[in-house]
């Protein structure tokens, strides 16, 4: 019997590595944003952020140490890597292979960024690529209404707003081929046992490495929520900056755009049009000038045997979708 999500995926990722195949013409492109509304939208993103990486200069010494610093950074980037590594371009676009237990390494880590269960995320996602920027993506923001106030209220929509939205009823349809693993349904129904090891870990080795109990509680403020914090920022910043500001270099059929600085924070997931027009490619910044630290931990694992069928555009595929004008 054929699967709905086999179709689904089929239907609406490009061809990789077939430069024959039909490629979507951007016929219809939506409503252009002026330039001073990208401009706000982009200030509303960063300023917040460079607020919270102001706050460790203040209270260095007592509320903030190197530990914590540690703890930060690589909880940042385990968890960061357990979405785009694993929620985004393991599940939601098979963009490689890997065993069962990498698999459940990455959906753990995912969950730890506590941006929900894994198979309301990867069906989200895959909706958001079908109707990317029409009606029925979840989280664009060119779908709300016209003007100024319906740009910020879309790109609100976009950030933060779309996770209040009820789910869909087609949800389900979306995640067939992730149901039919045992272990991935127990990883999901899991998902509050995780959020609260992702907070405990911080907090434990906070403990631990200072041996004082202020060490726990700056663990946990540090590495545990300032951390979801910044995933949290960083990676919906690919949902509405990504959507609003950055270059096109390639044919995508919706507003995605290549963003230098989320190519750079959100491990390589800011190089968004490259990954409209190419969605199962396991690398999102094709140039060797783009970083894309996603693709390298991918291409390590291949190296160790740990992945395989790592998908990649042919260079035809890359020539064929490059925008003439
Ligand atoms: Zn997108
Ligand atoms: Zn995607």
Known sequence: MIDPAELLIE???????????????????????????????????????????AAPFIVWGWGFRWTDLILLLSLYFLTALGITV??????VHRSFETNIVVKFVFAVLG????????????????KH??????????????VESAGIFGVLRGAWHAHIGWMFDPDPPDLESYVQDLRRSRALLIENA????????????????????????SGVWTGLIWG??????????????????CHLWGLRPYRSNDESRNNAVFGVLAMGEGWHNTHHAFPTSARHGLKWWQIDISYWVIWI?????????????????????????
Not at 190 to 212: D, E, H, M, S, Y
């Open 11 to 53: 239907k609406t990722v490009l061809p990789v590595a077939d430069p024959d195949a039909d490629l979507p013409i951007d016929c219809d492109p939506p409503e252009r944003i002026s330039l001073a509304v990208r401009l706000a939208v982009l200030i509303v993103i960063l300023v917040p952020l460079l607020g919270v990486a």
């Open 86 to 91: 694993g929620y985004h371009r393991l599940f």
């Open 111 to 126: 969950s730890m960024a506590v941006q929900g269960p894994l198979l309301k995320w990867v069906a989200t996602h895959r």
């Open 129 to 142: 690529h079908q109707h990317s920027d029409k009606e029925g993506d979840p989280h664009s923001p060119h």
């Open 190 to 213: 899991l998902f509050p046992v995780w959020v609260a090891l992702g907070l405990l870990i911080p907090a434990v080795l906070g403990g631990l490495l200072t041996k004082t109990w």
């Open 224 to 241: 545990g929520l300032v951390r979801v914090f910044l995933v949290h920022h960083v990676t919906w910043s690919v949902n509405s900056a």
């Open 301 to 325: 694992l291949e190296r160790t045997g740990l992945a395989w069928d790592v998908k990649l555009p042919s260079p035809q595929a890359e020539l064929r979708m490059r925008r003439t004008s």
